[in-house]
C-alpha cells in the first residue's frame, strides 16, 4: 500500500507581513494612458479609486502582461503594439516581486513596441520568457485563471464557468499543483466505481436468468424421464397389440363364415322361385315386341301420308299465287295500252296544231353575220383558253420548284434544329443551366418584339475551320456564347424583365441607324485567316457603329 503523500508545506506572511511572490513595486513607461508611473502596493487588501479614464484599467492590464499574459487575455487588443501610449515609439512594464525573504527582490522588465515586438529582462539580463514563466508558476501566479486574475472585460467569461469549471479553477488557484490532477483522479475513479457497479448488476441479473434457465431445465428433465417410461409401455403394448388383433379378427371370421352359409342357403332358394316366375314374363315381352313392330309401321304409313299432303298444299298455294299474278298482269297491260292510246291521240292533234302553223310561218333565211360573229368569238375563246392552259402548266411548274425549295428548306431547318439542340446541350453542360427555357421564351416572343433578336450567340456563329473556331473559342469571353442580341432598347428591356431569373446575359446594339450603312468588305487575306459565316449581328459587331452593354452577366 502507497505511504500517503506529505501535506502541502504552509507558506506564511515574512516580517514585512508579505507573502513570497507579493507585487512589492509597479513602474510603467508610456503605457496606455501613463507617461510614467511608480506604484508601490501594501501587502494585504489594495484598491484603485480614480474616476473614469484614470488609469485603473491600464495598471490592470500592465500587471497582466507584465508577468506573461498576452494581448489576448484581455480582451481589449489582439496585439501587444496598441498597448503602446498614442505617439510613442515603445514603452516598458517593470514589476518587482518579493523573494522568499525581504531583502530579496526579483524584478521582471517587459519592453514592447509599436512592432508587436517584446524583449524581457530578468533582474536586469535579457532572458527568453520561458525563465520569465517559470519563475512566475514557481509562485502560483496565474494570470489567465479567471479566479485568480478577473479582468472587468472578461468578467462574462467568468460567469459562463459551469460550477465544475469554477471548481477546477479555484483548485488551481490554491497553489498546490497536486490538487487539480488528484481531484481528476477522484472523477475518474467515481466513474471507474460506476461502471464496475453497472457490471455487478449486469452481472447479478445474468445470474438470475441463468439460475431460472437452470430450474426450467430441471423440469424438463423430469419430462423426458416421463416420457422414456411412456415409451417403453408403448413399446410393450406394440408387441401385445397383434395377438389381440389375430384374437378379434377370428372371430369376425366365424362369425362371417356362419352368415356366408345362410346367405348362400337363401340366393339358392331365390334362385328356384325367380326361375318359375321368369316363363310368363318372357311370354309377355314376345307380346310386346310383336305389338311395336305393328306401331312402327302405321307410325311410317302415317308420316309417309302427312309428308305427300304438305306437298299437295305447298303446290296449291304456288298455283294460286301464279294466278293472281297472272290477274295482275292483266290488269296493267290494259291500262298501259289505255295509256298508249290516250298518248297517240294527243300526238295527232299537236301534229295537226304543228303544221297549221308551219303553214303560216315565213320562209327561213340563216344569219350570216352573227354566225360568223360567234365564230370569232369561238376562236377568241379558244386562244384564250390555249393561254390559260399555258399559264396554268407555268404555274404548276413553279408550283413545283417551290415544292422543291420548300422541302429543301424544311430539311435545311430540320438540320438547323438538330443542330441548334446539341449546341443548346452543350451551353447547358458549361453552366448555362436555363438556356432551354430562355430560347424557347425568345421563339414563343418573337412577334412581340420591334426588330429582329438574335441568339444565343452559338448558334448564330458558324465556322467551317475547327482551327479557326478554336482561335475564336480562345478569344471571345464565354458570356458571349449564351448572350441574346437586341437592336432596340425596349427589346433588351423586355428581355431583362422577362429573362432575369434564367441567368443569361442580353447584348443590345446601340448604333446610329440614322446613318447609311455601308456594305462590310473583307479581304482576301482576312477571308483566308478566318473563314466564318457571319449572321447578321455578326456583321454589325464588326462595323464600327456596334456597342456591347452587358446588360445581365
Not at 170 to 191: C, I, M, N, W, Y
Not at 287 to 311: F, G, P, T, W
Not at 357 to 374: M, Q, T
Request: with cysteine.
Amino acid at each position: 500500500m502507497a505511504e500517503p503523500r506529505p501535506k502541502r508545506p504552509k507558506i506564511s506572511r515574512g516580517e514585512d507581513d508579505y507573502f513570497p511572490g507579493n507585487i512589492v513595486e509597479i513602474e510603467l513607461h508610456n503605457f496606455m494612458t501613463f507617461n510614467k508611473l511608480t506604484c508601490k502596493p501594501g501587502p494585504r487588501l489594495n484598491l484603485v479609486v480614480g474616476p473614469n479614464g484614470s488609469g485603473k484599467s491600464s495598471l490592470v492590464c500592465a500587471i497582466a502582461l507584465g508577468l506573461g499574459g498576452e494581448a489576448q487575455l484581455l480582451g481589449r487588443a489582439s496585439s501587444i503594439g496598441a498597448f503602446v501610449k498614442r505617439g510613442e515609439e515603445s514603452g516598458y512594464i517593470k514589476i518587482s516581486l518579493r523573494g522568499h525573504t525581504k531583502e530579496e527582490r526579483l524584478t521582471i522588465m517587459r519592453k514592447i513596441d509599436t512592432r508587436n515586438k517584446s524583449e524581457w529582462l530578468f533582474d536586469g539580463k535579457l532572458v527568453p520568457k520561458k525563465d520569465v514563466t517559470e519563475v512566475i508558476q514557481r509562485f502560483n501566479i496565474q494570470v489567465n485563471n479567471l479566479t485568480q486574475f478577473l479582468p472587468q472585460d472578461r468578467v462574462c467569461e467568468f460567469a459562463k464557468l459551469t460550477p465544475i469549471q469554477l471548481l477546477e479553477e479555484t483548485e488551481k488557484a490554491v497553489g498546490d499543483p497536486q490538487l487539480p490532477v488528484q481531484h481528476r483522479a477522484l472523477v475518474d475513479k467515481s466513474g471507474e466505481s460506476k461502471k464496475l457497479e453497472i457490471t455487478i448488476q449486469r452481472n447479478r441479473e445474468y445470474l438470475d436468468q441463468l439460475k431460472a434457465l437452470n430450474a426450467e431445465r430441471e423440469r424438463d428433465v423430469v419430462r423426458v424421464r416421463q416420457r422414456e417410461e411412456l415409451l417403453a409401455k408403448v413399446e410393450s403394448m406394440k408387441q401385445k397389440l397383434p395377438w389381440l388383433k389375430y384374437d378379434m379378427k377370428k372371430a369376425q371370421y366365424m362369425e362371417t363364415k356362419e352368415k356366408e352359409n345362410d346367405a348362400k342357403n337363401k340366393l339358392n332358394e331365390a334362385a328356384k322361385i325367380l326361375n318359375e316366375a321368369r316363363k310368363p314374363i318372357e311370354k309377355q315381352k314376345k307380346k310386346k315386341a310383336a305389338h311395336d313392330a305393328k306401331c312402327k309401321e302405321v307410325s311410317r304409313l302415317l308420316d309417309d301420308n302427312a309428308k305427300k299432303r304438305m306437298q299437295l298444299v305447298e303446290n296449291e298455294n304456288s298455283l294460286v299465287v301464279q294466278v293472281h299474278g297472272k290477274y295482275k298482269e292483266i290488269e296493267e297491260l290494259k291500262r298501259q295500252d289505255e295509256s298508249r292510246q290516250q298518248r297517240i291521240s294527243r300526238a295527232k292533234s299537236e301534229l295537226i296544231a304543228a303544221e297549221e302553223e308551219l303553214a303560216s310561218l315565213p320562209s327561213y333565211e340563216p344569219p350570216k353575220d352573227e354566225l360568223e360573229r360567234l365564230g370569232a368569238q369561238i376562236l377568241e375563246l379558244e386562244e384564250t383558253a390555249r393561254e390559260k392552259r399555258h399559264q396554268k402548266a407555268e404555274k404548276e411548274r413553279f408550283l413545283a420548284q417551290n415544292k422543291g425549295i420548300l422541302r429543301q428548306c424544311m430539311d435545311r431547318l430540320r438540320d438547323m434544329e438538330n443542330t441548334n439542340n446539341k449546341l443548346l446541350h452543350a451551353l447547358r453542360n458549361s453552366g448555362a443551366e436555363k438556356i432551354f427555357e430562355a430560347y424557347g421564351w425568345v421563339q414563343e416572343h418573337r412577334h412581340e418584339f420591334s426588330r429582329e433578336v438574335y441568339g444565343p450567340v452559338l448558334l448564330e456563329v458558324k465556322v467551317s475551320n475547327r482551327l479557326h473556331a478554336d482561335y475564336l473559342e480562345g478569344h471571345i469571353p464565354r458570356y458571349i456564347w449564351k448572350s441574346f442580341i437586341t437592336q432596340d432598347s425596349g427589346d433588351r428591356d423586355f428581355l431583362v424583365k422577362n429573362l432575369g431569373s434564367l441567368d443569361v446575359p442580353v447584348i443590345n446594339h446601340v448604333g446610329d441607324e440614322s446613318r447609311d450603312e455601308k456594305p462590310f468588305n473583307v479581304s482576301e487575306e482576312a477571308c483566308f485567316v478566318m473563314p466564318i459565316m457571319f449572321s447578321p449581328w455578326a456583321c454589325l459587331a464588326i462595323s464600327n457603329d456596334f456597342e456591347l452593354i452587358v446588360v445581365n452577366h
